[in-house]
């Protein structure tokens, strides 16, 4: 249920205690801001970009302590098409232009980093690039949430805390800044009233107290889809890619049931359908699917599957029996998904099922329902969910936004789960999804080089917060060997496997291994059998640098030590919780007894070191 706001003044006291919000002198910059947003205007643009004049239509603002409701309304005798509601509008933010910033992206895989006056990307897939999702206004964009730090102990977020209709975004450059939802066009009736989605304006020292608060108003909005247990297991995806087939399956679990059954779920990846967006028809190329299943369950492990529910390539049976389910373009035919953005990355250009349309949400039901009942299957990979949101089409229901056309769809599939079923979003629309997936990968695809271990580290660990909060957060799966698919020029160094395992254990969230079983002698499979026991909390970090972390489990901790330097060696310190017994957690070697500051000398590049810690 969704909890009131009754305590939230409350909640700012405690937060003005912890985080040091009372300090005048170093929260000047960030109550400036303050006054100046909640004083800047409101404006609306229709499709052409033309504002929309307050004798038609009012914007009311509504604060409540933090939170900002906001609702728009149609005053006039003609129906309206907002397009951009700007909820703030600041030409001047008057924030130093090198602040450093984080932002979502609109999909999975854009993260933003850098400062107010320079974005840098995080991750490999810009939401204005590579999925042309248009930035308002040309200022760079994210969605959902930004966090500005105008010192190294001075912190704002402004971020939305619901995702039901509307995409929230906040754009900015070195002098300007705007808040507003992507309305799309869609109409506005006369005295129609429409309630956007909430805001929320926190400031602090402590940045990571900020999300915590965000976490807490996002669950009243989008309540948490919590599973008892954090799914763990093996993918098939960087073994075999999508030439998978059931002798590739049987060899592993043969391999697995001898050296590593703890595993619990074996997951079939892209590669068993015939075709994109045909999921319950059989491919003769890969073998008996029905048999695989079957040999799962019968070696002691659960099935799990890749579905892209969304999407269909022109030669699937659905394309070419049901073109009327499909998001259309503006001459009424299935919009080719590359025409305005990317069109997928294997048997494209792919065509989009349209969440909105009544029969499709039957048909969404109806896969997931049949794979659970009759497959065996209760754990499911969601891939491109993105394409369930997409930009730029016309929807079956001309009232709906790519919001709602994707949570319609979204909750279809939830119809034919059930309370214990796996939902895992990948490469999905990260606020659209919140309170539709159980759990939600947080990086890019791994490969075997360095370069992605250390850049899928960093994009996991921006989004650490999230883990046991939103969902449970997926790394992308663990790789501990160099094998010929998905391999870089250069072998991964030991150094460099570690680096990524601890960052993997950080995260605290599901594990899944991506080698094959074949390949994993006793030096890996002891790491693997550390990581099937995922912490379920969030890794702390004690600054920006992201160079020291800490996981605190009560009666244990956990020490997180990441050089991310190509090539200096550092020191680095933790300030241990109590007296503690410390052992190395990779290599179980004894460190001693230690309390108040402990120090690792002379960390190599490209490495990191996990310490444990037990009270004694």
């Not at 065996?376 to 369930?388: S, T």
């Not at 949570?407 to 309170?435: F, H, Q, T, Y």
Request: hydrophobic residues 35%.
């Amino acid at each position: 249920m969704k909890k009131k706001l009754i305590y939230l003044p409350i909640l700012l006291i405690v937060l003005s205690v912890v985080t040091g919000c009372v300090n005048k002198k170093s929260a000047s910059h960030s109550e400036a801001f303050i006054q100046l947003l909640k004083s800047s205007p409101s404006k609306v643009e229709d499709v052409q970009g033309n504002m929309i004049s307050a004798t038609q239509l009012v914007v009311q603002r509504k604060w409540e302590t933090n939170i900002c409701k906001t609702t728009v309304r149609n005053i006039g005798n003609t129906p309206l098409h907002p397009a951009n509601i700007i909820l703030f509008d600041l030409p001047e933010q008057g924030l130093n232009p090198d602040s450093p910033v984080y932002g979502e992206g609109f999909q999975m895989l854009s993260q933003n980093g850098g400062t107010l006056a320079k974005r840098e990307i995080i991750g490999g897939y810009m939401d204005n690039k590579h999925y042309r999702i248009p930035d308002p206004h040309g200022l760079s964009t994210v969605y959902g949430v930004l966090t500005v730090s105008p010192k190294p102990d001075e912190h704002l977020l402004l971020g939305f805390t619901s995702c039901n209709r509307f995409t929230g975004r906040i754009s900015y450059d070195a002098h300007k800044l705007e808040v507003s939802v992507d309305a799309e066009g869609v109409e506005l009736k006369p005295g129609e009233t429409w309630n956007l989605e909430d805001f929320v304006l926190l400031e602090g020292s402590d940045r990571g107290k900020l999300f915590d608060l965000l976490a807490i108003e996002i669950e009243k909005n989008h309540p948490l889809l919590k599973r008892k247990t954090i799914p763990t297991g093996w993918c098939s995806w960087y073994c075999y890619g999508p030439s998978v087939t059931h002798d590739n399956i049987e060899e592993n679990l043969s391999g697995f049931k001898k050296v590593l059954p703890e595993l619990k779920y074996i997951q079939l990846d892209d590669g068993y359908q015939p075709f994109m967006g045909d999921w319950l028809d059989n491919n003769p190329a890969y073998g008996d699917l029905q048999e695989t299943l079957k040999s799962i369950k019968a070696k002691g492990f659960e099935p799990a599957i890749w579905v892209a529910p969304f999407i269909a390539e022109q030669k699937s049976r659905i394309f070419r029996e049901h073109p009327d389910w499909f998001v259309k373009d503006t001459d009424g035919t299935p919009l080719n998904s590359s025409k305005i953005g990317f069109g997928g990355w294997r048997c494209a250009p792919w065509y989009v099922l349209d969440g909105t349309h009544p029969e499709v949400q039957k048909h969404l039901e109806h896969i997931f329902r049949e794979m659970r009942e009759k497959w065996g299957v209760n754990y499911f990979k969601l891939d491109a969910n993105y394409w369930g949101a997409i930009h730029g089409g016309i929807h079956y229901d001309k009232t709906a936004t790519r919001i709602e056309a994707y949570r319609r769809g979204m909750k279809a599939i939830l119809k034919g789960c059930d309370e214990n079923s796996v939902v895992l979003g990948c490469n999905a629309p990260i606020w659209g999804s919140m309170g539709l997936v159980t759990a939600m990968r947080t990086s890019g695809d791994m490969y075997r080089d360095w370069s992605t271990i250390r850049s899928t580290a960093y994009e996991n660990l921006c989004r650490a917060w999230q883990n046991g909060r939103l969902w449970d957060s997926d790394p992308d799966c663990v790789l501990l060997t160099n094998d010929t698919l998905f391999s870089g020029k250069k072998a991964i160094e030991p150094n460099e496997w570690m680096f990524h395992a601890t960052a993997v254990h950080a995260v605290g969230g599901l594990m899944l291994s991506g080698d094959r079983a074949s390949l994993l002698k006793e030096k890996e499979l002891a790491i693997l059998k550390k990581l099937l026991k995922p912490t379920g909390k969030v890794a702390r970090f004690s600054d920006a640098k992201m160079e020291t972390a800490f996981t605190d489990l009560g009666d244990a901790q956990y020490y997180y030590l990441f050089n991310w330097s190509e090539k200096d060696t550092i020191d680095l310190t933790v300030n241990l919780k109590k007296k503690s017994q410390l052992t190395d957690f990779w290599t179980g070697e004894k460190l001693g007894e230690f309390e108040g500051i402990y120090t690792i000398t002379k960390l190599p590049p490209n490495s990191a070191r996990l310490i444990k810690a037990i009270q004694q």
